[in-house]
């Protein structure tokens, strides 16, 4: 590239996904499989505010339940 040359940012695409399909994608990261096409396409179509708000959500579900389990195994 050369200096001054705009970078372009691609744009949402119009079917941007909601917020369970976004849902769907941060679990499916949580395990750690997900096909190369598919990230390529989540990357394009999510919203990441949903994605932010998914993962916090998420990982706060995750935590809470180890804790659950740990204390119905020490008690």
């Known amino acids: 590239m050369k200096p001054g040359d705009d970078i372009a940012i691609p744009k949402p695409a119009q079917g ?27 990357s394009v179509r999510l919203n990441p505010v949903y994605v932010i708000i998914a993962g916090i959500g998420a990982a ?16």
């Open 16 to 42: 941007s996904a909601g917020f369970l399909p976004t849902m769907r994608a941060v679990l499916w990261s949580f395990f750690g499989v997900r096909r190369r096409s598919e990230y390529e396409k989540d």
């Open 60 to 75: 706060a579900l995750f935590v809470l339940t180890l804790v659950l389990v740990v204390r119905v195994v020490v008690s």
